[in-house]
Nanobody, 114 residues
């Protein structure tokens, strides 16, 4: 069983920054993928950034150069540093983990005002 708990969402002006944090517990390890997805209004859930278990970090094209994923295996956390935020980044952000099954956090709302 894996639990993922997010924090750090909120309201920010365009051009601003925000950091999302996710704390993992249960049977998920450094070799398992861990990262973030998001669901924008009226759209399907999409990958934002996922660290693939010590191999590489995959970013969505729309966030490259603006968002950075930090994974700390000792603390079992994965943080998403979001800079130069745009109104189109507004949505619900979900922490994601995979160990056989896919696991999701409850989601945290990010609102970027223009």
């Amino acid at each position: 069983q894996v639990q993922l708990v997010e924090s750090g969402g909120g309201l920010v002006q365009a051009g601003g920054s925000l950091t999302l944090s996710c704390k993992a517990s249960g049977r998920i390890f450094s070799t398992n993928p861990l990262g973030w997805y998001r669901q924008l209004p009226g759209k399907q859930r999409e990958l934002v950034a996922v660290e693939n278990g010590g191999q590489s970090t995959q970013y969505a094209d729309s966030v490259k150069g603006r968002f950075t994923l930090f994974r700390d295996n000792d603390k079992r956390t994965v943080d998403l540093q979001m800079n130069s935020l745009k109104p189109e980044d507004t949505g619900v952000y979900f922490c994601y983990g995979q160990r056989g099954f896919e696991y999701w956090g409850q989601g945290t709302q990010v609102n970027v005002s223009s």
